[in-house]
């Protein structure tokens, strides 16, 4: 299977900003890079096989074709959509965040 781009939002880039933030914040440049590290292998996995992440909240939140990936090592999910041509990254959260809240925010959009 060819890989497909993968295209972030706004709202997952400011949520992977927010991230490092807190890592450097925290006085931690390994963890920072660890989960840059960890954010592009999850990002060339879902690029290669799309369908691999779960849908359980595609069905919770009713968002056909709603998936997520965990990162290896780091509490957080990226969540995606598969298009024709490219795969739509929308959040990168916290899991243990109230995910279906912080889904509908991005919903608006």
Known sequence: MRAKPV????????????????????SSETAALGFIDKLEQAYAL??????????????ELNLPGLRFWPL???P???F????ETHIDVWRV???KRDIPSW???NDKQ
């Open 7 to 26: 295209i972030p939002r706004e709202q997952a880039n400011r949520d992977i900003d927010d991230t490092l933030a807190h890592y450097l914040g925290e």
């Open 46 to 59: 879902i690029a290669r096989h799309p369908g691999s992440g779960s849908a359980h909240y595609a069905h």
């Open 72 to 74: 290896k090592r780091y």
């Open 76 to 78: 957080y999910l990226v």
């Open 80 to 83: 995606y959509v598969e298009h």
């Open 93 to 95: 959260l916290h899991g």
């Open 103 to 105: 889904l509908r925010e």
